[in-house]
């Protein structure tokens, strides 16, 4: 996935939104107030911070040499997927929807019912394995 890929996938999550507190240069994706993805560029390459899972974030890096721990984030919680063509679109899009997924989760009872009734439990939660880490 090329960086604008990889922006258009962000924000086709549900209720995802774009924000730039730290300035033009990184964007910060999030679904209601909570951020599931950076995208950024170093030496005009892009890179996308993503949560995950901490043992799957180990085995992802094992994997992908275009897959470290998250720059500026916490390292068990947190990859930095390199978008040099390294790492197959079908990887980054799984990693996108597990972050995003790890995200939604996480939110406040009232939004996040909010957003399982208005976008289904499929879609908000692709991305976390049912009866691991996905409720119900």
Request: overall charge negative; hydrophobic content about 40%.
């Amino acid at each position: 996935m090329t960086d604008e890929e990889v922006h258009d996938y962000l924000l086709s999550k549900p209720a995802a939104w774009l924000d730039y507190p730290f300035g033009p240069d990184v964007r910060i994706y999030k679904v209601h107030k909570k951020m599931f993805a950076t995208l950024g560029w170093e030496d005009n390459v892009g890179r996308s911070n993503l949560k995950c899972d901490p043992d799957m974030a180990l085995a992802l890096r094992e994997l992908f040499d275009g897959v470290i721990p998250g720059y500026h984030m916490n390292k068990r919680h947190w990859n930095t997927v390199i978008l040099d063509g390294s790492v197959p679109s079908s990887e980054i899009a799984m990693m996108i929807d597990h972050s995003y997924a790890l995200v939604a989760r996480s939110l406040p009872k009232a939004q996040r019912t909010a957003l399982l009734i208005a976008h289904g439990e499929d879609e908000v939660y692709r991305g976390l394995v049912p009866g691991v880490n996905r409720p119900g």
